[in-house]
């Protein structure tokens, strides 16, 4: 049996492994417009973030966690280009159903984390860098963030714990176009997200864990996702 870490893990292994097959197959055949043009475009992209390496991680516990785990995460850019600079807006929708924590005399945790992220983005882009068609790109941003976590408390005490929050990202992104409109694109992305005044809402008032009073959490993030140049 696979876990659903494992079985994602899996998934965009193999479209990472489609995206340089497209590109062996239409590197010299395929004729591709300039992005560095005035134009808008609208990149959507999906992929597996490593939240818990450094930092405090994405548990808002002091409670074991595993650093290699990670979560699923999806995006939506919009963007403005004149030329090779770019302006718009980054949305971030990160999801984690921690595994079962376990404390002291039985006691346990079911944790599930969600992290939303806005922010305005600015973005350099140069295409034929590497070869003619690939676009290569590096954006960054300062925003919004919103955490949530929340679950249970031995499968009978529920909580919720939203807090708001400041983050910032940068991403490098690779891209091959695919005619006039479309792109496929692999892209890295580093974010970090900051909360404090961690608060707790439950009637469940002896908890088995203690809550940490901020959250800092660095976050890499592997992502695959297609371009719609408008």
Known sequence: ??????FLMRVIKFLFICFFFTLSLHAESVQVASVTQDGS????????????????????????????????????DFLHYRKNLGYGIAFRH????????WGTQGSYQD???????????????????????????????FGYAHYLSKGYFCGIHSYSMPLSGLGAHINLGFEYRIGIHWGVRL?????????????????FSDSPFIVR?????????TQIGFSWYL
């Open 1 to 6: 049996m696979f876990s659903s870490d494992d």
């Open 41 to 76: 475009v609208i990149r959507m992209n999906v992929g597996v973030s490593f939240p818990n390496h450094e930092g405090t991680g994405e548990s808002a516990w002091y409670s074991p966690i595993d650093k290699n785990s990670s979560g699923f995460q999806y995006g939506i």
């Open 94 to 101: 990160y999801m984690h159903d921690i595994p079962i924590m």
């Open 111 to 141: 944790e599930d984390v969600r992290l939303f992220y806005l922010a305005p983005q600015f973005s350099y882009a140069e295409d034929g860098l590497l070869f003619k068609g690939l676009v290569n790109n590096v954006d960054f941003g």
């Open 187 to 203: 892209g890295l992305s580093v974010e970090y997200y900051f909360f404090k005044n961690t608060h707790v809402e439950t009637a």
């Open 213 to 221: 009073p901020k959250l800092n959490i660095l976050m890499p993030s």
